[in-house]
């Protein structure tokens, strides 16, 4: 089977493993019952993780260094997430003239679904309520806020289809 790893030596691989699990019991006690995932998931370091409600992982994920989370996340099978990928709600609210931003108090926290067979290209930005479809790409850079299609390549601000996967 071929993973999606950079290779390392053979004496540094039981080291990457080690760490990776290190990485896992972290999140697992930091997010308590909020946390749910199957097998051969890796975080990269420095994971900013605070799902309001939950984070459901599927097999075979990987997220890169310096993921940030705060929002609900639902991410499906064989994923690969980039590093430096935000995922945040639209949760503010702004539409009462009179109150300021920092009295209008918030909305209910919004929720993403990664559906799976996905990559999530470096710096990616998703914000708010979105669905990622199975086998979707999206561009380095992108900014996602809204439903994106399966088997489709997408980026850009706001990220938009530009082409079939296959």
């Known amino acids: 089977m071929h993973k999606p790893d950079r290779p390392v030596k053979p004496l540094l691989a039981p080291l990457r493993k080690l760490i990776r699990s290190i990485r896992l019991l972290y999140h697992h006690v930091h997010l308590g019952h909020k946390l749910s995932y199957g097998n051969n998931v890796f975080f990269g370091g420095r994971c900013y993780l605070f799902p ?73 930005t998703i914000v708010g309520n979105v669905r990622i479809g199975r086998g979707c790409i999206v561009g380095a850079g992108s900014v996602v806020t809204r439903d994106l299609p399966q088997n489709t390549i997408c980026y850009g601000i706001p990220a938009k289809p530009r082409k079939p996967r296959f």
Do not use: K, Q
Not at 66 to 74: I, M
Not at 100 to 117: A, H, K
């Open 52 to 124: 309001p409600e939950r984070l459901a992982i599927g097999n075979d994920v990987a997220i890169g260094a310096g993921f940030h989370l705060e929002s609900n996340l639902e991410i499906g099978n064989e994923v690969l997430i980039s590093s430096y990928v935000s995922i945040v709600g639209n949760d503010h609210r702004f539409d009462d003239p009179d109150r300021s931003i920092f009295y209008s108090g918030r909305l209910p926290p919004s929720s993403v679904v990664i559906e799976g067979d996905n990559l999530i290209g470096h710096r990616v």
